[in-house]
Nanobody
């Protein structure tokens, strides 16, 4: 039973952009913390971006360096991740996640995960 569904992955040349989308199938997820994590080959799971429900406060992994932007829409119960300046080492499976939080979302708040969407950066 799908709860979080990701879309928008693909193959992009270095320096290119793409937009990942996450659709939540219930208000339980859409009204809480929404975030993105990734699994890059040979590395542990990394936190990519997070956005809080009440404040809209966003957090990013250190490697992002202002290349990615997370946003959310209550109208569509979704959270998007705009990826700019893609690098080959950004390649991996990107997962949408949902969790509990209000004005601030810790990385450990996330308990529910989507199936993931593959992102590949090429030279």
């Amino acid at each position: 039973q799908a709860q979080l569904v990701e879309s928008g992955g693909g193959t992009v040349q270095t320096g290119g952009s793409l937009r990942l989308s996450c659709a939540a199938d219930s208000w339980k997820f859409a009204m809480g913390c929404l975030g993105w994590f990734r699994q890059v080959p040979g590395k542990e799971s990394e936190a990519v971006a997070s956005i809080a429900p009440e404040s809209g406060r966003s957090e990013y992994g250190e490697f992002v360096m202002r290349r990615f932007t997370i946003s959310r829409s209550y109208a569509t119960k979704s959270a998007d991740l705009q990826v700019n300046g893609l690098r080959p080492d950004d390649s991996g499976m990107y997962y949408c996640a949902a969790g509990w939080g209000r004005a601030f979302c810790t990385w450990k708040a996330y308990k529910t995960w989507g199936q993931g969407t593959q992102v590949t950066g090429t030279t």
